[in-house]
T-cell receptor
Framework: DGGITQSPKYLFRKEGQNVTLSCEQNLNHDAMYWYRQDPGQGLRLIYYSQIVNDFQKGDIAEGYSVSREKKESFPLTVTSAQKNPTAFYLC???????????FGPGTRLLVL | SQQGEEDPQALSIQEGENATMNCSYKTSINNLQWYRQNSGRGLVHLILIRSNEREKHSGRLRVTLDTSKKSSSLLITASRAADTASYFCATASFTGGGNKLTFGTGTQLKVEL
């Protein structure tokens, strides 16, 4: 996990609330990614960013938003439009889109 | 979309045995990667094999790639209890698909003492 921090480890969301998951890296990687993992499932891509101030939707972007104002940071907001947000969220970085990805420890989001 | 499909979904073996898991994919690839995930943790990269390579080794790991069959296999030799984890393949498309990886659904490996 070294070099990538995700906070918090556990996050609770109330009905109708927006919550923001943090992802910070000190690897000096250009590319950053957000994935969602449901129990016993693989990873599904939410959003990714190849460079500062630019990002693209992944396969399941609806109900989520991101920003990339700094190279080190790629926060993910889970909005109230995401009706089933309970999942394990993983942030990753890489030097380039097709190369090895390095993952953070994850944030588990639960709905109250 | 899930391009990679791992087989089997779950595998249980005794310590010291070899474990083989397979990955099939649908489109042309630039490279294929294998990752490991311990329960409740992030993924860890194990090995990357490029489309022009057929076999690669790293310690107790051996990966093969058959682009004609669009499949790859991961072999873990002399398994240990600490190898218990989920293993995922991920593919990078050769053209199109954006600069990203597509992950499979994973194989859950349990190594028993």
């Amino acid at each position: 996990d070294g070099g990538i921090t995700q906070s918090p480890k556990y996050l609770f969301r109330k009905e109708g609330q927006n919550v923001t998951l943090s992802c910070e890296q000190n690897l000096n990687h250009d590319a950053m990614y957000w994935y969602r993992q449901d129990p016993g499932q693989g990873l599904r891509l939410i959003y990714y960013s190849q460079i500062v101030n630019d990002f693209q939707k992944g396969d399941i972007a609806e109900g989520y938003s991101v920003s990339r104002e700094k190279k080190e940071s790629f926060p993910l907001t889970v909005t109230s439009a995401q009706k089933n947000p309970t999942a394990f969220y993983l942030c990753a970085t890489s030097t380039g889109g097709r190369e090895t990805q390095y993952f953070g420890p994850g944030t588990r989001l639960l709905v109250l | 979309s899930q391009q990679g499909e791992e087989d089997p979904q779950a595998l249980s073996i005794q310590e010291g045995e070899n474990a083989t898991m397979n990955c099939s994919y649908k489109t042309s690839i630039n490279n294929l990667q294998w990752y490991r995930q311990n329960s409740g943790r992030g993924l860890v990269h194990l090995i990357l094999i490029r489309s022009n390579e057929r076999e690669k080794h790293s310690g107790r790991l051996r990966v093969t790639l058959d682009t004609s069959k669009k499949s790859s296999s991961l072999l873990i030799t002399a398994s240990r209890a600490a190898d218990t984890a989920s293993y995922f393949c991920a593919t990078a498309s050769f053209t199109g698909g954006g600069n990203k990886l597509t992950f499979g659904t994973g194989t859950q490996l349990k190594v028993e003492l």
